[in-house]
């Protein structure tokens, strides 16, 4: 993906950059892993983001339905053209086999089309002209409007999170700048580059650029777009959200998506082969990825589930092959593998199935779950319904979505899950792509977004 613009010297790698090619194209460029990242300063930072936050004008003037259904064209050309050549860089870039980015790019940008987005503006507002001025809404004239400038900051690899972010704020037209995560830059270049193509006017309302998060050759650049924003959405860990609570000013709202993580509740009838699908999509990076499954029974069927698991889990690895291990999780893993192996010697009832390939099963008590990712599965064993239900009470924090496939057991597991923290509960083959309305973390993504007035 070439650099549209700019002069002067550049690296070669992939963009990690996008604004309109006729405003003010950065000049210099420098390496950033696989990024061609445009070496900027504060000053140029406040040049960019007053210039988006003059767009905003022009974006309150269009149609919200208009705006849905420009963006969703731009989804939709993902989808239709763009695969062969968006693919492959997205691959490389987080560190994903081309055939797990390839369904990675294909399941997110399902939830970018016209019709994905027009559910979701349905879904959250009575009359989505409420995004257009006032309306009679249950007797009330009401107006909701995107809270000005919007930041997107982005961290780890999950690819297509920023662009999903980006449509979010544009729908409640809210101009912004998407800082991108490491792996997730080409979607949200790419996405920018199409949506210039199809309404260069839409586009000036957007920007993105990557520098890294945190690191402190981009403190200034990184505090200066804090001071800008109006408003900042934040995905990462539980350190990245503390960071960027305690940079903002107070008057700047912040949004956050902390570290979640998915579930599964299962039992002897359980497909395995669901579970390990699941459970590959993104390599287990993303929160809707089940980590954990609390499986009803006893150590005896609970192991010759696992054993079944890990079979499904080698299976799916042979159509999605998974990207490269990371070294420190490699070696955790080996330590984990050799320690329950030690207690399983001693009596313990543990069990470790693979490990050094392209998956992991542990079957432990709750209090041994580490969620690692690279496709380890954890496996509880809950002989009743009372460990059940502290095995959801004790995963809460981090809760994020359960999938149940039986449907007698997900009508009394979705209270619990509720009542512990879960956002979605849903039969295993759904939790990988939630559709564009779903309550992210438990809220309704583009109320979220929005600040409210009554007329009377």
């Keep these: 993906m070439g650099t549209a613009g700019g002069s002067g010297k550049r690296a070669r790698g992939a963009a990690g950059w996008w604004w309109s090619p006729d405003r003010d194209p950065p000049e210099t460029f420098e390496a950033v892993g696989l990024l061609d990242v445009p070496r900027v300063g504060p ?67 399902g939830g970018w089309t016209r019709s994905a987005l027009s559910r979701l503006l349905e879904s959250e507002f009575p009359d989505p002209g409420v995004l257009d001025g006032f309306r009679q809404v249950g007797g009330r004239m009401l107006h909701a409007r995107g809270l ?56 000036a309302c957007a920007a993105a650029l990557y520098w890294r998060g945190g690191a ?45 993580v998915g579930v599964v509740v299962a039992g002897r009838d359980t497909s395995p082969e669901a579970v390990a699908d699941a459970a590959a999509v993104f390599d287990q990076r993303g929160c809707v990825s089940p980590q954990v499954v609390l499986f009803l029974g006893t150590m005896e069927a609970t192991a010759a589930w696992a054993r079944r698991l890990h079979g499904a889990l080698s299976d799916v690895a042979v159509e999605y092959p998974p990207g490269p291990v990371d070294p420190a999780l490699a070696s955790r893993l080996h330590q984990l593998r050799g320690a329950l192996e030690l207690r399983a010697a001693g009596g313990e009832e543990v069990l470790v199935l693979g490990g050094g390939g392209s998956s992991t099963v542990v079957v432990a008590g709750l ?43 997900r009508e009394i597991v979705a209270v619990r899950a509720a009542a512990a923290g879960a956002s979605r509960i849903v039969p295993v083959r759904e939790l990988a792509f939630p559709p ?21």
């Design 43 to 109: 000053a140029d930072v406040t040049r960019l983001m007053a210039r988006l936050r003059g767009s905003g004008g022009t974006l309150r003037t269009r149609a919200v339905r208009d705006i849905a259904e420009t963006l969703g064209r731009t989804g939709e050309r993902i989808l239709d053209s763009e695969l062969d050549d968006l693919c492959p860089q997205v691959a490389a870039e987080a560190s994903l086999s081309e055939a797990m980015a390839r369904r990675v790019v294909v399941g997110m940008a």
């Design 148 to 203: 000005g400038l919007t930041l997107h900051l982005g961290a780890g690899s999950v690819p297509g999170v920023g662009t999903t972010s980006l449509i979010r704020a544009l729908l409640v037209k809210s101009p912004s700048l998407v800082k991108p995560g490491s792996g997730d830059v080409t979607l949200v270049v790419g996405f920018l580059r199409l949506l210039w193509e199809e309404d260069p006017e839409l586009a």
């Design 216 to 260: 402190e050759e981009s403190r200034l650049l990184e505090d200066r777009a804090f001071q800008e924003a109006d408003q900042v959405v934040v995905y990462g860990g539980w350190e990245v959200t503390e960071r960027v609570r305690k940079s903002v000013p107070a008057h700047v709202r912040v949004v956050s998506h902390g570290p979640r």
């Design 367 to 409: 209090v041994d779950v580490e969620p690692l990712g690279g496709r380890t599965v954890w496996i509880v064993p809950c002989r009743d319904r009372s460990a059940l239900d502290r095995g959801l009470e004790a995963m809460g924090p981090v809760l994020q979505s359960v999938g149940v496939d039986e449907p007698a057991l």
């Design 436 to 456: 564009a309305e779903w309550l992210h973390d438990g809220s309704r993504p583009l109320v979220e977004l929005t600040r409210w007035a009554e007329w009377r």
